[in-house]
């Protein structure tokens, strides 16, 4: 795909509460028309982790992004870094030592350029070609023990540590939000997805499913199904956007 040819996205966004959980403290945001996607995962265990996840997604959903990539990428981050603020200035007025936090990957398309930010444990993947990839880094303990030579991947899943993030919007007072960036291919699929759903369903059993010729929506609900079948300890959202080539811009 060359710098000429536009992008046409589909997409679809689906969140459930699961089998355990009362609350859904997940959020997710679908602006296909914008080109952004997020999904935020409001902190297990939390005070007020709904609250955490619904002002990242509000936020982001009522942004008006600029033209030019650089800006965007720009706003972004600085809207973050403001939630980051507005949630540790909350959970200090409220008192007793409480975090209002949540993880939170945002996916943003430009021509053909694909823009990652995120902080915590939730995820974007791309299958291409038959494959799958994931194209984040999880901030949680184990992934840094996993990069130390700590730990073997195959053990980290059933580590105790495997749940505890090291990074998340509203958990520190100063937020580092990683960055990434990848070239879009036509038919490539992007999915992001809270830790609920890779608690329940391996990549090899994600990828099978990306594999198959559906629409957005489908994906997501099959994802979805699959992660209740397991039992979805937890809240379980998806979003799964399709690149597809578009008509040539004018030049």
Same mark, same amino acid.
């Not at 409480?98 to 823009?115: D, K, Q």
């Not at 799958?132 to 053990?155: C, F, K, N, P, S």
């Not at 999915?191 to 990306?210: A, F, M, P, T, Y």
């Not at 039992?231 to 799964?240: E, F, K, L, Q, S």
């Given at each position: 795909?060359?710098?000429?040819?536009?992008?046409? *996205?589909?997409?679809?966004?689906?969140? +459930?509460?699961?089998?355990? #959980?009362?609350?859904?403290?997940?959020?997710?945001?679908?602006?296909?028309?914008?080109?952004? *996607?997020?999904?935020?995962?409001?902190?297990?265990?939390?005070?007020?982790?709904?609250?955490?996840?619904?002002?990242?997604?509000?936020?982001?959903?009522?942004?008006?992004?600029?033209?030019?990539?650089?800006?965007?990428?720009?706003?972004?981050?600085?809207?973050?870094? !403001?939630?980051?603020?507005?949630?540790?200035?909350?959970?200090?007025?409220?008192?007793? +030592?409480?975090?209002?936090?949540?993880?939170?990957?945002?996916? @943003?398309?430009?021509?053909?350029?694909?823009?990652?930010?995120?902080?915590?444990?939730?995820?974007?993947?791309?299958? #291409?070609?038959?494959?799958?990839?994931?194209?984040?880094?999880?901030?949680?303990?184990?992934?840094?023990?996993?990069?130390?030579? @700590? /730990?073997? #991947?195959?053990?980290?899943? +059933?580590?105790?540590?495997?749940?505890?993030?090291?990074?998340?919007?509203?958990?520190?007072?100063?937020?580092?939000?990683?960055?990434?960036?990848?070239?879009?291919?036509?038919? !490539? /699929?992007?999915?992001?997805?809270?830790?609920?759903?890779?608690?329940?369903?391996?990549? #090899?059993?994600?990828?099978?499913?990306?594999?198959?010729?559906? @629409?957005?929506?489908?994906?997501?609900?099959? /994802?979805?199904?699959?992660?209740?079948?397991?039992?979805?300890? !937890?809240?379980?959202?998806?979003?799964?956007?399709?690149?597809?080539?578009?008509?040539?811009?004018?030049?």
């Amino acid at each position: 795909m060359n710098g000429t040819t536009a992008v046409y *996205w589909e997409s679809t966004a689906l969140s +459930n509460v699961g089998k355990v #959980r009362k609350l859904n403290e997940d959020a997710c945001l679908d602006r296909v028309e914008s080109g952004l *996607w997020v999904v935020a995962d409001g902190m297990g265990g939390h005070s007020s982790g709904d609250l955490a996840s619904g002002m990242i997604v509000e936020r982001m959903q009522q942004l008006n992004l600029p033209e030019t990539l650089s800006k965007k990428v720009d706003l972004l981050e600085e809207t973050l870094l !403001d939630i980051n603020q507005q949630l540790l200035a909350e959970a200090l007025r409220r008192g007793g +030592n409480i975090t209002i936090g949540a993880t939170v990957v945002v996916m @943003l398309s430009h021509a053909t350029h694909l823009l990652l930010l995120w902080a915590g444990d939730s995820r974007a993947y791309r299958f #291409r070609d038959g494959e799958l990839t994931q194209l984040t880094q999880d901030h949680t303990q184990v992934e840094e023990l996993v990069a130390e030579g @700590l /730990l073997l #991947r195959e053990d980290a899943e +059933n580590h105790p540590a495997s749940n505890v993030v090291t990074r998340a919007v509203g958990a520190m007072e100063e937020l580092y939000v990683d960055m990434d960036d990848t070239r879009v291919e036509p038919g !490539d /699929l992007y999915l992001l997805c809270s830790d609920g759903l890779n608690k329940e369903v391996q990549d #090899r059993e994600i990828g099978e499913i990306l594999a198959m010729q559906l @629409l957005p929506g489908d994906y997501c609900q099959r /994802l979805i199904d699959l992660a209740l079948e397991r039992g979805a300890r !937890d809240n379980v959202t998806v979003v799964v956007a399709r690149a597809d080539a578009g008509q040539p811009e004018r030049i």
